[in-house]
């Protein structure tokens, strides 16, 4: 018998200074910059069987670069969403955080089980959003499919303009 004990990912957002249209986050220990084209967009998008879902994305990529950082949440039924913490996805709370990051044109992604999870703060929410964030992502398997491929994205922060 197998035995998973969740490690959820700190969030820290007492020293949240940063401009407007800043996304940073250190990714296997570097510290990283998106800041590059930083956006958030909202959509209400169809989720499941009856359900439509409210989607907000917090997106920016690295300079010079398609490395792209991608934090979502995604509340079902739709409805705003607002500041507070959304834990990891097997939560059972109807919002739901995801965090992708794409380097060198592969995607990674959190899949909800241990180490693999996420967490993402909101701070404030209006025509811009500001928080924090922090998660594991992971390509399941690589071309070979031999190995797992993954990061580890922490102290991660973001303040950007939401897109109307």
């Known amino acids: 018998m197998f035995s998973c004990r969740k490690t959820s990912p700190s969030l820290n957002s007492s020293n949240l200074s940063i401009p407007l249209g800043t996304i940073t986050a250190d990714v296997d220990g570097i510290s990283t910059d998106f800041s590059t084209n930083s956006i958030a967009d909202t959509a209400t998008e169809f989720f499941d069987f009856w359900y439509n879902s409210f989607r907000i994305s917090v997106i920016g990529y690295q300079p010079n670069s398609n490395n792209k950082i991608e934090i979502r949440l995604l509340k079902v039924p739709a409805q705003p969403i607002s500041a507070g913490i959304y834990p990891d996805l097997d939560s059972l709370i109807p919002t739901y955080p995801y965090l992708f990051y794409t380097k060198n044109n592969f995607l990674y992604k959190n899949d909800g089980y241990d180490p693999y999870v996420s967490k993402i703060k909101i701070v404030s929410i209006d025509s811009t959003i500001k928080g924090v964030f922090s998660g594991g992502v992971i390509i399941t398997e690589d071309s ?17 303009t939401i897109q109307k």
């Not at 070979?144 to 950007?160: E, P």
């Open 144 to 160: 070979t499919n031999r190995q797992t491929i993954s990061h580890n994205i922490t102290n991660g922060k973001f303040y950007v």
